[in-house]
């Protein structure tokens, strides 16, 4: 089944050309906010890049072998690298990409396409490598493979190394319009009227609107999520603190919880804007009414928040240490 692919028709268009014309760069960098939906149109690049019909579009025909096992991840010309998850002492941690993993990739490069015309490597969270994986990749980048396409998608470019950066062609994701959203919604099925709200409260991301319509608890969750976070700031520091104590033990669910306070600081924002339209829950509603919060302090907030979930992101940091950091910005 094809990756459901939201918006970025000028992204697609230069893609389908570059395919078309045999034009394809060994390297790119797929740059932008999280929950675009930067990771499909990399899938479905690579099903097209591979399928036997040469549709040279991205919905490849979707039933050659090429596409069956792309479509399952199990394409052997297609790599998919992305951060490891491991637990330890009860706390979820995601580890960076490591060297031996980027060492994988320099090694399947090395060998001759088992069955498409191309080797193509996908690395997630590209600015997740160590510095020797970083290393190791711009050697690979240096020198690259005849035949071989690499693929880099982050949410945080700026992580990366420079040099890396430049020798990646760079096609930048941004937001896209709500209509378009609310239209692919109705597309898999979700009646109009829950499309357009999930479109509206998805900030111009498409990943976030199809995660709401495919969990329906999801909103219902978010909600509860941003009535705790407002109940929590008439709290003392002791209350947060040891709540801080309790997010740091599960990173994944840290990092939900975050975003979801970040919707409420966004109502929060909107409201204070005098656009209750664009409000997902009734949290900040009322909050807006009680509490005299600037709008530049809600702005730094957002971007505590923001700087918080890529701090969880690296085990080399202290988790609880950053959340209480965190709560101290919100007090």
């Not at 950053?322 to 910005?329: F, G, I, Q, R």
Request: aromatic residues 6%.
């Amino acid at each position: 089944m094809a990756k459901l692919v939201i918006g970025h028709q000028k992204i697609i268009d230069f893609l389908n050309k570059s395919i078309a014309g045999k034009r394809l760069a060994h390297a790119y960098l797929f740059s932008g906010p999280a929950h675009l939906g930067k990771m499909d149109v990399a899938l479905e690049f690579a099903k097209a890049v591979q399928c036997d019909k040469k549709h040279l579009n991205f919905s490849s025909c979707g039933k050659c072998q090429p596409c069956l096992q792309a479509g399952k991840n199990t394409h052997p010309d297609i790599l998919i690298v992305e951060p490891l998850k491991e637990e330890i002492k009860e706390k979820i941690k995601e580890k960076e990409i490591s060297i031996e993993q980027i060492r994988n990739v320099r090694h399947r490069l090395g060998l001759f396409a088992y069955q498409g015309p191309y080797k193509i490597v996908i690395i997630s969270q590209a600015d997740r490598m160590t510095r020797e994986a970083a290393s190791a990749l711009l050697k690979t980048l240096e020198e690259p493979s005849a035949g071989a396409i690499i693929i880099l998608i982050s949410s945080s470019p700026k992580l990366l190394l420079p040099t890396i950066i430049s020798r990646c062609l760079n096609i930048k994701f941004g937001l896209v319009k709500k209509g378009e959203i609310a239209s692919g919604l109705e597309k898999i099925g979700c009646p109009k009227e829950k499309a357009e709200k999930f479109a509206a409260i998805a900030g111009g991301k498409p990943g976030l609107a199809i995660e709401y319509f495919r969990n329906p608890d999801l909103p219902a969750k978010k909600e509860k999520d941003m009535e705790e976070v407002a109940a929590l700031l008439k709290k003392d520091l002791g209350v947060k603190f040891k709540y801080c104590e309790v997010l740091a033990k599960d990173i994944f669910f840290a990092k939900e919880v975050l975003s979801n306070w970040q919707t409420f600081f966004r109502d929060l924002l909107l409201e204070k804007l005098d656009c209750p339209e664009l409000v997902f829950g009734k949290a900040a509603k009322e909050a807006a009414a009680q509490n005299k919060v600037s709008i530049s302090t809600i702005k730094k907030i957002l971007k505590n928040i923001d700087k918080t979930k890529k701090i969880l992101g690296n085990s080399s940091f202290n988790a609880r240490l950053a959340l209480e950091n965190l709560m101290l910005s919100i007090s």
